[in-house]
């Protein structure tokens, strides 16, 4: 068995209205962003020593409002994507509600010295005595981290933005409403192209929305999207300027038998992710996680439960909204391993060969006492061991829905609320031991 | 610190009568202000960079000015921009030719910054100041610094490098030679799709400065490659390329080496690639030739037009007219009798609006080509066809284009068909067709002629002048001028002035108003008899209305005709009126009126 063990660095935000809305590392590694429900953005950068320290922090959207619509539109981000790294500066994408910006974040460590009509102070120089031309000259300072904002991508969503995505052609990106999908040239703002449209002529017939688009990591030709009806569709921009015929599509019959009034709603899928490989798809609903093989449509090549003993309390989650949570999921950087989120402040792990898995709990306890996380088990009825948690008394105002893994390195972003934690493996390579790392036994 | 106004002159105010060079004082400030916070003052001070240059010497400006500049690339782009293209045109401030070297340092950095307008303009400065290096001066500076670009860490720097071969190309040793190559090989298959991009958009341009022997190696295994890359967007790049490339290449070499690749990419999966072949159909055909033509594109043009994405049928119908023009004289007819009209055919009844407008075009230029009675037998039901098509820019487009039909055959064959789309489109919901349709009135009335005119048309002139759009009435308006220039003053005596001035007496103001506007626009058209007889009197008449506006158009009505009228009309009739309107109770009717007075000398 694989001893899979992590350390951790731990970030929060003081203030309780900042709760995290998305985390993404860089192509990389070497940076993560997380976005929230401020508008805020947030990027750490990876020391040499392993641990993630805040890098710059800007603002990225304000509350705004619609007065054509009256409506008010959220500053919360919901989703970063990092552009891969070809210069030095680093490049993002944000996206709140309707609006999608493109920053560049760099680095700047000269500045101009020397005036002719005042002295560094400011002071106004006796002009008398000026009596030759001084041209500035550049000398080091303190490094300054600078974000400003080079594109706003706006007026093209009617519904509210789940999904960007940027083309392996670093040229274009997707973004993905409710009902329609994007295609955007990342240099031009005025214009963007109409690739999915499922909004019928008359919004009674409304039986689908869109929960979230992703490319495909080579192909620039492949894009695959979700929808609340528990399908995922895979679509060739090579064949047609309009992709609402897809190429394929990715959907588990469901036995009638076990038809029930939440079927619907548990099938919707919350995230899908494509391999680093290409190969697979990874989907997330309600209840568990699905591989799905590219060539084969009609069923998934490996079903993860991620909490089915919540089988029996869905009509509580339904009245408390919660069976709505978006749970997104990640791969790691081999494919080898997927990990998801749940309730209680607990994520889970699957290992794809030796179907083992775990749940882990990011909390501040454990991080205090600079622990080894402990494996967690849900228990129904009984406890068999001291350390089991009931399902009864699982907290359903704690959850994970956003993680990410890092692109090459086994280190984890968990965002939990305004906590966001960062674990990584006691193995990796890079993995040091800081002062501020404890290890925490996962499998 | 802020450099503010005040403190700029406050300190202009304490130099009268110091000790210090009066004439420094104005460079003083520019230079402060390269760096000030405010971004409109440092694009200011960049804008007038050679003034700077000028008074620090060529000295100073090639050891202190550009080693500053060099490092100022955090700066907005549109003084980054400003700067890229000063120092193109800097070469005699540095001290001409001999050191133009001294500006790539500069130009060097500009070209690796992230805005692509920005490197693009470095680049163009680079290829400017190129021209101005001693061959040595190329090989010993130029050449180095295109080498250093195009193996720069960044994809921004090895972008900018692939603009930069072609210029140093020609004038370097067959060494330097073969490293250039070299680096542009590697460019073609770099890591990232920009710089592949790059190199594919200058591959054309990068094969003209070579020998043939090289681009018949180097060049062709290049392009092959590019068409054939994974991305969508780099392969539709090579297409741009094929066409320059084609011209390079003797004939009997263009069937091996390009049209494998040329041949292919017309069938890529990719619609977008299929587009580009499309978009590019007419210098692809110049640039192979008859033969080639004949033999393969004339297939792979039906195909395209055919093809199952509607972009690409529109781009090829787009070319359908070019293309038949462009094929060899002999076999023209035959071509498009058997191959292209059954395809043209299909499109007009294509399920795309698109694709049936892009067609409607151009699709009228073919009756030029084929001739009277081909156009009458074959194409003429097309034509009626797509005048009778539910959208209106299908229409629009064939009835734009009526003259080249109209050379050939004849209005008249077209008129009975021509009417009811007319009609139809006169009265469309979308006022911005209706617009559409007027401004075409005067060449219709032109081919049609005076009598189907009046029988027909003139009425529809005349609705529009009560339309509830203003762009319509006002452009119903102009167009009565252009009718009256083409028909003559006695013609529109008899038809329209009479119904113009018939609307005096509308209820709707707004419609009183466009008499008015009819006058201005048509009483120099119809001279001075018709403007003093008729409308003037109508117009004086008018400046009794009850409406405001009405009354203050009067006055620049007035202004506007007085020119055409005799001074004695303008003595007896015109002041009076002015001079009443003058005392008006409404201000700006007062003020138009003062206004005509003053301009027709009449106080």
């Not at chain 1, 080079?150 to 052609?169: E, G, L, P, Q």
Request: hydrophobic share 40%; charged share 25%; net charge negative.
């Amino acid at each position: 068995s694989r001893d899979f063990a992590v350390g951790f660095n731990f970030h929060s935000h003081p203030n309780s209205a900042d709760v995290i809305s998305t985390v993404e590392f860089s192509q990389s590694g070497e940076f993560l962003a997380t976005g929230d429900k401020g508008g805020r953005v947030v990027i750490f950068q990876r020391e040499p020593q392993g641990e993630y320290n805040v890098y710059s922090t800007f603002q990225s959207h304000d509350p705004e409002f619609d007065y054509l619509k009256s409506l008010e539109i959220e500053e919360k981000i919901n989703k970063i994507r990092w552009l891969p790294q070809l210069h030095s500066a680093l490049f993002l994408l944000t996206t709140n509600d309707k609006t999608i910006k493109l920053w560049k974040v760099s680095e700047r460590d000269k500045q101009p010295e020397g005036y002719n009509l005042k002295d560094e102070e400011g002071r106004v120089k006796d002009i008398s005595k000026i009596t030759s031309l001084q041209v500035p000259v550049l000398r080091p300072m303190d490094l300054l981290v600078e974000a400003s904002p080079r594109r706003v991508f706006s007026n093209a969503h009617a519904y509210h933005i789940n999904s960007i995505s940027i083309n392996s052609d670093c040229e274009t990106y997707l973004s993905a409403d409710d009902l329609r999908i994007n295609l955007w040239n990342l240099s031009i703002t005025d214009r963007s192209f109409n690739i999915v449209d499922l909004k019928p002529d008359n919004m009674e017939d409304l039986t689908e929305v869109i929960t979230v688009a992703e490319f495909h990591p080579h192909h620039c030709h492949l894009l695959a999207f979700s929808s609340s009806t528990g399908t995922t569709r895979l679509c060739d921009m090579r064949s047609r300027a309009l992709c609402d015929q897809h190429a394929k599509l990715f959907e588990e019959a469901v036995d009638p038998a076990s038809r029930s009034f939440f079927s619907e709603l548990i099938s919707s899928v919350s995230d899908v992710k494509f391999s680093h490989s290409g190969r697979y798809l990874l989907t997330r609903d309600y209840l568990s996680a699905k591989v799905w093989d590219l060539n084969m449509e009609k069923k998934p090549v490996e079903t993860y439960q991620v909490h089915d003993y919540l089988r029996s309390k869905l009509c509580t989650l339904y009245e408390s909204d919660c069976i709505f949570d978006k749970f997104e999921c990640a791969w790691n950087g081999t494919d080898s391993v997927i990990m998801t989120g749940a309730y209680n402040n607990f994520f889970r792990m699957f290992d794809r060969a030796s179907r083992r898995d775990v749940t882990l709990e990011a909390s501040r306890e454990v991080c205090k006492r600079r622990a080894v996380l402990r494996p967690r088990r849900v228990c129904i009825g009984r406890k068999r061991r001291e350390s089991d948690i009931c399902v009864d008394s699982l907290d359903f105002r704690k959850k994970v829905l956003h993680t990410a893994w890092h692109p090459t390195d086994n280190i984890i972003a968990i965002a939990a609320r305004n906590n966001l934690y960062i674990f990584q493996d006691r193995h990796s390579p890079s993995g040091h031991h800081g002062m501020n790392v404890n290890e925490l036994d996962i499998f | 610190m802020r450099q503010g106004k005040n403190s700029v002159s406050s300190i202009r105010r304490t130099m009268a009568g110091a000790d210090g060079d009066d004439s420094l004082y104005p460079i003083a400030v520019l230079i402060d202000e390269l760096r000030n916070e405010d971004v409109q003052l440092r694009l200011n001070s960049i804008k007038k960079l050679s003034t700077i240059a000028l008074a620090l010497g060529v000295e100073r400006t090639r050891t202190e000015l550009l080693p500053f500049l060099t490092d100022t690339i955090y700066d907005e782009d549109e003084v980054l921009l400003a700067l890229a293209e000063q120092l193109g045109n800097f070469t005699m401030l540095v001290g001409g030719p001999e050191y133009v070297h001294c500006l790539l340092p500069p130009l060097e950095s500009l070209a690796t910054v992230e805005e692509t307008v920005v490197r693009d303009k470095a680049v163009e400065s680079l290829r400017k100041i190129s021209h101005e290096h001693s061959p040595v001066d190329l090989e010993v500076h130029f050449e180095p610094l295109v080498k250093r670009l195009a193996s720069g860490d960044w994809f921004t720097s090895r972008t900018s490098a692939c603009g930069l071969f072609s210029v140093c190309y020609p004038r370097v040793s067959s060494t330097v030679k073969a490293e250039i190559r070299q680096h542009f090989r590697n460019l073609c298959s770099d890591d990232t799709p920009m710089v592949r991009r790059a190199a594919a958009s200058k591959l054309g341009e990068f094969a003209k400065v070579l020998e043939l022997d090289y681009v018949k190696s180097d060049i062709i295994s290049l392009f092959t490659a590019l068409a054939s890359d994974e991305q969508d967007s780099v392969r539709l790049l090579a297409v741009e390329a094929c066409v320059s490339i084609a011209t390079l290449l003797p004939q009997e070499d263009l069937e091996t080496l390009v049209m494998p690749t040329l041949r292919q990419a017309a069938e890529d999966k990719s619609w977008r690639v299929r587009y580009m072949v499309a978009d590019k159909f007419s210098e692809l055909q110049k640039a192979v030739g008859p033969e080639i033509t004949k033999n393969d594109l004339v297939p792979a043009f039906q195909n395209l037009l055919k093809d199952c994405e509607a972009e690409v049928r529109a781009a090829a119908a787009n070319k359908v007219k070019e293309f038949c023009e462009n094929l060899p004289e002999d076999s023209r007819e035959t071509i498009i009798m058997t191959h292209i009209l059954p395809c043209v055919k299909e499109l007009v009844s294509d399920t795309n609006q698109h694709v049936k407008s892009a067609l409607a075009s151009v699709i009228m230029g073919l009756s030029t080509i084929l001739g009277k009675d081909n156009t009458i037998e074959h194409l003429l039901p097309l034509f009626l066809a797509q005048l009778k098509d539910e959208c209106p820019e299908v229409r629009l487009n064939i009835i734009s284009n009526l003259d080249c039909v109209n050379e050939v055959i004849g209005i008249r064959q077209l008129s009975q068909s021509l009417l009811p789309a007319i009609v139809e489109l006169a009265e469309d919901a979308k006022w911005r067709v209706r617009l559409a349709i007027i401004e075409y009135m005067p060449l219709l009335a032109g081919q049609l002629g005076v009598e189907f005119f009046d029988e027909k048309l003139n009425s529809l002139c005349m609705a529009w002048l009560v339309d509830h759009v203003y762009a319509i009435r006002e452009a119903a308006t102009c167009n009565l001028t252009k009718l009256v220039e083409k028909f003559g003053a006695e013609w529109a005596q008899n038809t329209i002035v009479p119904k113009v001035l018939g609307m005096a007496n509308d209820p709707n103001y707004l419609h009183r108003m466009t008499t008015l506007f009819c006058i201005n626009a048509l009483s120099e058209a119809c001279g001075q008899e018709i403007t003093t007889k008729h409308m003037l009197p109508v117009v004086l008449k008018m400046s009794n209305d009850q409406v405001a506006n009405v009354r203050f158009n009067v006055a620049k009505s007035l202004q506007k005709i007085g020119p055409v009228l005799d001074s004695n009309s303008l003595q007896t009739e015109v002041k009076p009126v002015l001079e009443k309107l003058a005392a008006d109770q409404d201000i700006d009717v007062k003020y138009f009126a003062q206004e005509a007075i003053s301009v027709l000398a009449l106080a």
